[in-house]
Nanobody, 123 residues
Framework: QVQLVESGGGLVQVGGSLRLSCAAS????????MGWFRQAPGKERSFVAG????????YYGDSVKGRFTISRDNAKNTLYLQMNSLKPDDTAVYYC????????????????WGQGTQVTVSS
């Protein structure tokens, strides 16, 4: 069992920035990869950014590359997502997820999920 607790969501204007955090607890030592996903009303949950926990390799969705940065603090078992140059299309519920099995960009491959945090970008 892995528990994920997110924080940092909120309301920002176009061009603004937010930093999301995801603290992992429980059997987090079994985590292979972690990622951020988002879901807007009427749309499927999609991959935003992810990393492999041990190697620290990072991956980004095309729509956020160059604007978002994923990172982690190994000692604190905490995942971060720095979001810059935010656009209205970034408005969504953002979820932190962990996979004890393999690296993947597919939501279905992730076993553990946070509660989600709302990010709203106003124009």
């Amino acid at each position: 069992q892995v528990q994920l607790v997110e924080s940092g969501g909120g309301l920002v204007q176009v061009g603004g920035s937010l930093r999301l955090s995801c603290a992992a607890s429980g059997r987090a030592f079994s985590t292979v990869s972690m990622g951020w996903f988002r879901q807007a009303p009427g749309k499927e949950r999609s991959f935003v950014a992810g990393l492999t926990w041990v190697g620290g390799n990072t991956y980004y969705g095309d729509s956020v590359k160059g604007r978002f940065t994923i990172s982690r603090d190994n000692a604190k078992n905490t995942l971060y997502l720095q979001m810059n140059s935010l656009k209205p299309d970034d408005t969504a519920v953002y979820y932190c997820a962990a996979s004890p099995i393999r690296w993947s960009t597919a939501p279905g491959e992730y076993l553990y999920w946070g509660q989600g945090t709302q990010v709203t970008v106003s124009s």
